[in-house]
């Protein structure tokens, strides 16, 4: 009898160790087990450089958002975005690639315009800028002078 | 690099020639910007209109032709972004005046200094109301700058409401900058910096030439 008890003990405790752990690793994984919270905005960039699904869309450098997916549309990138369903977008919002830091991984800042209408579920921010490639610039200066 | 510098001599060839070969399916907003672009050309090349005792009425003359092509109030509307909202009528007219003369006093006079890039029109995005021109400038040393120019219709005329140049736009530089000012002071603190920054461009002018 007293041997079950602690079989059971044992057991739930393992359960309990296996649930936190696979919370842990959706969390850290970003992964969404019940779909994104959030309306769908995308953006057409002319490169998106190292931009990837799940990174981070800030405006003022507060998180709104994440990257859901990028695809190749018209040779230019499209980014598909998921945005929290509190914050509004104004239409000449302006989405850009930057980089955190020198070296840092990119995300997507959103500079908040003065539009009176706001971009709806599925729609588009027009305006955009492409990450500045700072190696092209430079070779660009650099071989550019014959 | 001095990027000022930069947007300077990016600007004077991108207002002041068009040369090069034109993509054969250049739009209506592509010709428009052509147009004007080749009018500049052609005032700074007109002989009633060179040396320095017309500086004056060369500068007038681009200045109307930049009115023709570039939606100023549209610029300044979404340089100052949800700030704009709040301001009264009059302010808001105050501002594109303030904000329309510092761009064309900052560019214009460069314009000036221009001496051969040449310019390729190489692509149009349509999108129904919008559009963007792309556009190469290609220094005297090759290097190749692009530069963008978004445009909105109005009416039957295509105008210039945002210019970027290696893919940085313009509305976003001010925007950022213009934020910041308000936050950190206010309004009015913005309309003296931009009023200072004039008188400094007028003094710069009439120290250099003779009339501005």
Known sequence: MKRSALDLGVGIFVLVGLLALAWLSANLGRVDLLGQRGYVVSADFPSVGGLKAGSAIEIAGVEIGRVDRILLQDYQARVVMVIQPEIKLQEDSIASIKTKGLIGERYVRISPGGSEKAIPPNGRIREVEPPVDIEELLSKYIFGKV | ?212
């Not at chain 2, 500049?40 to 930049?66: F, N, Q, S």
């Not at chain 2, 556009?135 to 120019?149: A, C, F, H, Q």
């Open chain 2, 1 to 212: 690099m001095n990027w000022l510098r930069m947007g300077a001599v990016v600007l004077v060839g991108a207002l002041a020639i068009a040369v090069g070969p034109a993509p054969a399916a250049a739009g209506v907003p592509t010709d428009q910007l052509k147009g004007a672009v080749e009018r500049v050309l052609k005032t700074l090349d007109d002989p009633a209109l060179k040396g320095e005792a017309k500086v004056g009425d060369r500068r007038t003359a681009v200045r109307k032709i930049a009115n023709e092509i570039f939606d100023f109030g549209e610029i300044a509307k979404r340089s100052m972004a949800r700030h704009w909202q709040p301001l009264s009528e009059a302010q808001k007219a105050e501002f594109v005046g303030l904000f329309a003369e510092l761009l064309e006093r900052s560019y214009i006079s460069k314009i000036e200094t221009y001496g051969g890039e040449k310019i390729q029109y190489t692509a149009e995005r349509a999108d129904g109301e919008y559009a963007t021109v792309s556009t190469k400038i290609i220094t005297k040393n090759g290097t190749e700058v692009p530069v963008d120019y978004r445009m909105n219709k109005r009416g039957d005329r295509w105008l210039v409401y945002d210019v970027s140049i290696e893919g940085v736009s313009l509305v976003s530089n001010y925007r950022t900058q213009f934020n910041k000012i308000i936050q950190t002071t206010s309004y009015s603190e913005l309309v003296s910096k931009l009023r200072n920054k004039q008188d400094e461009l007028l003094a710069e002018d009439k120290g250099g030439k003779k009339k501005p």
